[in-house]
């Protein structure tokens, strides 16, 4: 049994000017000492999806639709008092900035130990030397001096340090990291990533890596879901995503990845801009941004079809590219694997 099962999760956000669906009918599922990959632009529903398996959404925003299943047991509707004791004790969370996840008129130590005798039954001495423990796991130098200064004090990477030992401290079973490196420079980028890397091989936890850095998921991932406009339009293993890319996004994302390969080239930027979640297409939502769309894509959303068993696609090229070699066929109208 897998140890977290997303299936067909739908989100949306009611505003003034309308229903937003955020997230459309996400399903995967979390293997145990796994990391997943979820990865696109911004606003394609990567972050709302990790806020809505951690039940942390905005007051505008509610899950319609849908289940969460950690360790079989059923998170959607499970009420707030079940979540709080999965938040931080099951489930933890590192955010994208960590200056606005800290609260700045507080020390370091109170913060992580609050965390710590919040999910734990540890007394406050007991608190503190985990603490001074946790920063010291996460490289972070002279821990005893670090518990007394406050957020503002240390450096972007030393802060995030100290997220991730909060994020560690009660040795959940998932690490939901959103975008971990994004304000940091290139150097420390690397620094947390192998950081993570060593934690999870030594804690056997599992992670699932939300971020728009392929670079990342290449060194990072086991496997890699694709979102555009709140839905999946790929997913597979990090070799067939990045080797045998399927979905014509997915393509373009590569396009736009330098490589040694693509020195002094110009990249190839994907045209034109995200879609707006308020007047969504009626077919494929990255048609609009598409080179290769066919009428067919601008009138109906693309079936989900398996490239191989460890590799899956919506997007009617892909299809047409396996009727073309016999895959799969039409019958009125319906594709048939």
């Not at 606005?100 to 007394?123: C, F, V």
């Not at 560690?168 to 980028?189: G, K, S």
């Not at 079936?303 to 696609?313: C, I, K, L, T, Y």
Request: hydrophobic letters at 40%.
């Amino acid at each position: 049994m897998a140890l977290l099962e997303v299936k067909d999760l739908r989100t949306s956000f009611f505003t003034d000017a309308g229903e937003v669906k955020a997230v459309n009918g996400v399903s995967f599922e979390l293997e145990r000492g796994k990391v997943l990959g979820i990865v696109g632009e911004s606003g394609s529903g990567k972050s709302v999806t990790a806020y809505s398996i951690m039940q942390i959404l905005a007051p505008a925003g509610k899950i319609v639709g849908g289940s969460v299943k950690l360790d079989g047991e059923e998170l959607i509707g499970s009420g707030e008092n079940v979540m709080k004791t999965v938040r931080g004790n099951k489930v933890s969370i590192i955010f994208q900035d960590p200056m606005t996840s800290l609260n700045p008129t507080y020390t370091i130590g109170s913060q992580l130990m609050e965390a710590i005798l919040l999910h734990t039954d540890r007394n406050k001495k007991e608190a503190y030397a985990r603490a001074v423990e946790m920063l010291q796991l996460v490289n972070v130098n002279e821990p005893e001096k670090r518990m007394k200064q406050y957020p503002f004090e240390l450096s972007g990477g030393m802060r995030q340090r100290v997220m991730i030992a909060m994020a560690l401290a009660c040795e959940p079973d998932i690490l939901i990291a959103d975008e971990p490196t994004t304000a940091l420079d290139v150097t420390i980028q690397a620094q947390i990533l192998e950081l993570m890397q060593s934690l999870q091989e030594e804690l056997g936890m599992a992670i699932i890596m939300i971020t728009h850095d392929l670079g990342v998921v290449a060194q990072m991932c086991d496997e890699v879901i694709v979102m555009y406009a709140g839905s999946i339009c790929e997913q597979g293993t990090a070799d067939e995503i990045f080797y045998n890319p399927q979905h014509e996004y997915t393509k373009g994302l590569m396009r736009s990845l330098p490589s040694a390969s693509t020195a002094g080239t110009r990249l190839q930027p994907i045209s034109g801009t995200p879609i707006d979640l308020l007047n969504m297409p009626k077919g494929c939502a990255f048609a609009p941004r598409c080179d290769a769309a066919m009428k067919i894509c601008i009138e109906q959303a693309a079936p989900r079809v398996d490239v191989n068993a460890d590799h899956r696609s919506a997007c009617w090229m892909c299809v047409k590219n396996q009727i073309d070699n016999g895959t799969i066929e039409v019958k009125g109208g319906e594709v048939n694997e």
